[in-house]
């Protein structure tokens, strides 16, 4: 999955989750409330001409984004600052994770094509950093990977000035097909952990918390010279020891950026949001980080996974050295 995009989800206009009742079919139950929303989360409707030139890109190449797909609420900031999410492998998922927007179902088959329009796409938008994502494909072989590197190195050919950042699967823990994608040495491989282990049954049914770990430590031991992020999501029903205890276990696999943002509902039939955590708490987990040792941690409300990529790559610029260097 990649999804993991997780931390993109946004809950829709005017809906928040009032506490549940577990009697007489009342969970889940959303009721329409519109100033309940904390200030701190009040977002900018997407617009302006980086957002209509991404979408009508999108459009003509029969690309998808992860802005649309899993309905990003930092949507308008992407194009126009140098960077955008691409959705890979398809619109559905094989996989049903109770945050995230994207469909499930039986996926289509894989266009071979995709990873040349995605590299005609960076090249159009003189993007600075490329982010490429996808859903998950259990049902392939390689889980999709072979589709990541053609895509890395389609942009590295069209855009060699280009830092890409791939999102991954967990690639049912295959370590081959993880390989596949570190051979194509972006600058930043990507694999979202999302919540704290307690949760994952709920949360990612079909994931492992101990398998997307060994995603990560296998990551930084196949490509130490790269940057290896992962990302959270706080407001499910985490408590604060349990997260701290997720970022050390994050940590602890040799990763270097760390993302920990709000979640927030996409619709009412997703997992409501337990509790709305606060700027500050977030500033003081930013901290916590740091104490931990990651290299860069983005940690605020409306912090998504490809969140100021450019400024990840600033605070370890040898990962993007290695890569000219590598190419
Ligand atoms: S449902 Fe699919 S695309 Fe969405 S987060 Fe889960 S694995 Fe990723």
Known sequence: ?????????????????????????????????????????????????AYEELRRLMRAKSLN???????????????????????????????????????TGRPGTVDHDEPRRVAEAVARMGLRHAVVTSVNRDELPDGGASLFAMTIQEIRLASPGTTVEVLIPDFQGDPGALDVVLAARPEILDHNVETVARLYPRVRPQARYA??????????????????????????????????ETMADIAAQGTDVLTIGQY?????????????????????????????????????????????????????????TAERDGA
């Not at 989800?9 to 009742?21: K, Q, T, V, Y």
């Not at 899993?70 to 308008?76: K, W």
Request: aromatic share 6%; hydrophobic share 35%.
């Open 1 to 49: 999955m990649t999804g993991d995009l997780v931390p993109i989800a946004f809950d829709l206009p005017g809906e928040i989750e009032r506490p549940r009742s577990r009697g007489r079919g009342g969970a889940n139950r959303s009721v329409p409330i519109d100033h309940a929303r904390p200030p701190w989360l009040k977002v900018r409707l997407p617009s302006g001409p």
């Open 65 to 103: 984004t992860v802005c649309d797909e899993a309905r990003c609420p930092t949507i308008g900031e992407g194009g126009g600052a140098g960077t955008a999410t691409f959705m890979i492998l398809g619109e559905t998922c094989s996989r049903s994770c109770g945050f995230c927007a994207v469909a």
């Open 211 to 244: 398998r997307s770990l060994e995603v990560l430590r296998r990551a930084k031991a196949g490509a130490p010279d790269r940057l290896c992020k992962s990302g959270i999501m706080l407001g499910l029903g985490e408590t604060r020891d349990e997260v701290v």
């Open 264 to 320: 927030l509902r996409p619709g009412p039939l997703h997992l409501p949001i337990e509790r709305y955590w606060t700027p500050d708490e977030f500033d003081a987990l930013r901290v916590e980080g740091a104490a931990l040792g990651f290299r860069h941690v983005e940690s605020g409300p409306l912090v998504r996974s490809s969140y100021h990529a450019e400024r990840v790559l600033a605070a370890a610029p040898h990962a993007r």
